[in-house]
């Protein structure tokens, strides 16, 4: 899920580290905070979150992404990777179940205990805040870094370049979000929108989330010290459109 301030699994305060929007999202016009909204969602989020991933109700990620992310872990052949905003776990188990090293970390203490008691021990509850400022130590030297669905707010940059300094020599940051253009709805321009989550079971909050454009997300790589080495438009054969984008970057030399 989304860590303020998830191969490890980056998924911070709840993230959008494993969704993928299946309806068209709207610009936020009337919050003034969308950061802290953002994070405030996730909280309130979590336990419909939890339910929806582990019934099965989000149809894209089990038509296209979550296998999407997996090949791309695996492609790499990592021994250890690191799960940033793992939310409530199903990558870390999924990538136990193959063999790899999985370590998890995510800002809501609900999906962290939830991601625990399914199994996977290694997963720590830490902000996007103090994983920019180091105050909690998540192991480093990992070969692969994953962030599904985890990277919705607007300043990356920071979190791009804390993870960029745990990775191993030869290591890559491997990004799954929302294809810009298909989750522009004509929009395409950074800036704030809105998910409303219709049509999902539960009670649940809107939230905010930042859509950046192929360029932004780019320039953002480039500016925490990474290049774009791979990049991927996962879909559906009988979808017109991307359900995904999915980025492959590594260190700069």
Request: proline share 5%; with cysteine.
């Amino acid at each position: 899920m989304y860590l303020t301030n998830r191969v490890i699994v980056l998924r911070g305060q709840a993230s959008l580290l494993h969704y993928s929007v299946t309806q068209p999202t709207t610009s936020v016009t009337d919050m003034s905070d969308p950061e802290s909204c953002l994070l405030q969602s996730w909280h309130h989020n979590a336990r419909s979150w939890i339910e929806a991933i582990r019934s099965g109700s989000i149809e894209s990620r089990l038509q296209v992404t979550d296998q999407a992310i997996l090949l791309a872990v695996q492609s790499r052949q990592p021994e250890c990777v690191l799960d940033l905003g793992c939310g409530e776990g199903w990558l870390l188990r999924a990538l136990a179940e193959r063999g790899i090293d999985a370590v998890g970390v995510d800002g809501d203490a609900t999906l962290v205990e939830a991601a625990r008691a399914a199994g996977s021990s290694m997963v720590h509850l830490a902000s996007y805040e103090q994983l920019v400022e180091a105050t909690v130590d998540i192991g480093r030297d990992y070969d692969l870094i994953c962030a599904n669905f985890a990277l919705l707010h607007q300043d990356i940059i920071p979190l791009l370049a804390a993870m960029n300094a745990l990775l191993a020599p030869g290591g890559a940051l491997v990004i799954q979000t929302l294809h810009p253009w298909s989750a522009a709805a004509g929009d395409y321009q950074d800036g704030w929108r809105e998910e409303t989550f219709t049509g999902f079971k539960g009670h649940w909050q809107p939230m905010p989330w930042y859509l950046r454009t192929l360029s932004s997300w780019i320039r953002a790589l480039d500016m925490a010290g990474l290049r774009l080495t791979d990049l991927q438009e996962p879909q559906h054969p009988q979808r017109p459109v991307p359900q995904s984008l999915l980025l492959v970057a590594e260190p700069r030399g």
